[in-house]
């Protein structure tokens, strides 16, 4: 891949997408490294409580993405402009600063797709609740059954080369986006690395998932809905270009 205009080291779009999030969302872009993301494209789903404003106070570019947390990360990934897009959430728990480990391997061109595991890395006491923990290990168990990955979280923060996203053909524009793109990425035989980080309690507002019973369980559907058309659909793996997603240690 070639260094994105200017000569020097490639660096990656950032792609944040946001819901009412004027409480964490200025801390979320000044903690992102300068010398890893060559810009940060907030896409918003029509806030009303001043996340817009915070967005672009802080440097960020902000886009008006329409509602659905899929069509939130597809409208900035169309919009980014390095071959490299990362993807994390807007409400301060994803690690910001640690986004060189997570573009890193995508960047250096050893792996096509990277995701964080709060399950595995440290997390801040009430920062998941159980039921997170479980259908994160639910669905990395049934990807494996299926693909021979081997995920064990859900985790919004991910790196993946922009070709490769496009060629995923994405199609769930609301909270089943993330699994599907790990079930894709994996019955595709992409190179796939997994790393541990950190996990932190969001810095205001409330969760749309998890911060309500109504939020848990529409986005539960959408996931549980998305897995079985994803698995029902077998036209395009690649059988023995399948690899396994690989761990550091």
Known sequence: MEPVAGGGAMKASVVIPTFNESAAIAAVIE???PDVALEIIVADGGSTDG???AARAAGATVIDAGRGYGRACMAGAIAARS??????DGDGADRGDLLGSIAGPVLAGTHDFV?????????DPGSMLWHQVLAGRLAGWGMGALYGASYSDMCAFRAIRKDVLNGLDMREMT???NIEMQMKAARSGLRILEVPVPYRCR???VSKVAGSLRGTVRASGKIVSTFVRVAADRGSDRGS???RTSRPE
């Open 31 to 33: 903690e992102i490294p």
């Open 51 to 53: 996340t817009q404003a």
């Open 83 to 88: 071959p490299v897009i990362v993807f994390l």
């Open 115 to 123: 995701i964080a595991s709060r399950t595995r890395g440290q997390r």
């Open 175 to 177: 909270y089943g986006w």
């Open 203 to 205: 810095l205001g507002g």
């Open 241 to 243: 270009d399948r690899r």
